[in-house]
């Protein structure tokens, strides 16, 4: 089991910036991959950005060159810094983590309860 708490959201100007974190806890020998998702109202969740165990990252077009995913290993934590913000960022955002795949097939997933991030003016 992995425990995922999300924080860092709230409202802020367009143009502005956020830095949303995400720590686990639980079973975090296991997780493969990390990533942050969004969801905005009447809208599909879809991916914003990836890294894995070996620290490859991977971004949805939406937030490449704004957005830099990372993570802390001491910490247990995930970050999702999100520059230059857009009023279409506005969304609640997900963590989520894989598990390895030796822990079975399909590895367990398991997501944040969300933060809200509204982007306006």
């Known amino acids: 089991q992995v425990q995922l708490v999300e924080s860092g959201g709230g409202l802020v100007q367009p143009g502005g910036s956020l830095r949303l974190s995400c720590t686990a806890s639980?079973?975090?020998?296991?997780?493969?991959?990390m990533g942050w998702y969004r969801q905005a109202p009447g809208k599909q969740r879809e991916l914003v950005a990836t890294?894995?165990?070996?620290?490859?990252?991977n971004y949805a077009d939406s937030g490449k060159g704004r957005f830099t995913i990372s993570r802390d290993n001491a910490k247990n934590t995930m970050y999702l810094q999100m520059n230059s913000l857009k009023p279409e960022d506005t969304a609640v955002y997900y963590c989520?983590?894989?598990?390895?795949?030796?822990?079975?097939?399909?590895?367990?997933?398991?997501w944040g309860q969300g933060t809200q991030v509204t982007v306006s003016s």
């Open positions: 890294i894995s165990r070996s620290g490859s990252t």
């Open positions: 989520n983590a894989q598990h390895r795949a030796t822990t079975g097939w399909p590895p367990p997933n398991y």
């Open positions: 639980g079973n975090i020998f296991s997780i493969e991959l």
